[in-house]
């Protein structure tokens, strides 16, 4: 069975999710995440699916449940890379993905999970007074 990468970078483990999602590998990517999570301490995940050219309910569903059990052991998910077919096809689906922040690249989810790490305020949280 093929197995999804974990790679830990500073206090966040990036997931890049190059294979299809089949139920037994999506299942393996929650338990060997949990783990890794539990580990390693981490703060942040995110998860890269810049490869993956379609998304169905069942891909997306999976991915609310890693953000839940991320959240349950005190780490934020960002997901990363999405297409926008994929996000078409996310909104078509009628998918609601609680809990689960996303952004344009890695880069810019590592910084947005750092913000948060730090308790810094979102950009668009940020007020300018005259």
Not at 11 to 37: G, K, T, Y
Not at 48 to 57: C, K, P, Q, T, Y
Not at 79 to 92: K, Y
Not at 108 to 130: F, K, N, S, T
């Amino acid at each position: 069975m093929d197995r999804v990468p974990i790679l830990k970078i500073g206090e966040i483990l990036l997931v890049s999710i190059q294979i299809d999602m089949e139920d037994q590998v999506a299942l393996q990517l929650q338990e060997d995440l949990a783990d890794r999570i539990v580990a390693t301490g981490t703060h942040g995940v995110v998860i890269d699916i810049s490869a993956l050219d379609i998304v169905d309910s069942f891909v997306g569903r999976t991915l609310a449940t890693i953000a839940s059990i991320s959240r349950v052991l005190d780490a934020e998910t960002v997901v990363v890379g999405m297409r926008p077919a994929v996000a078409i096809t996310l909104v078509e689906l009628g998918l609601q993905l609680p809990g689960i922040r996303t952004a344009l690249n890695v880069e810019l989810g590592i910084e947005l999970l750092d913000r948060e790490h730090l308790g810094e305020p979102d950009q668009e949280d940020v007020v300018i007074e005259p």
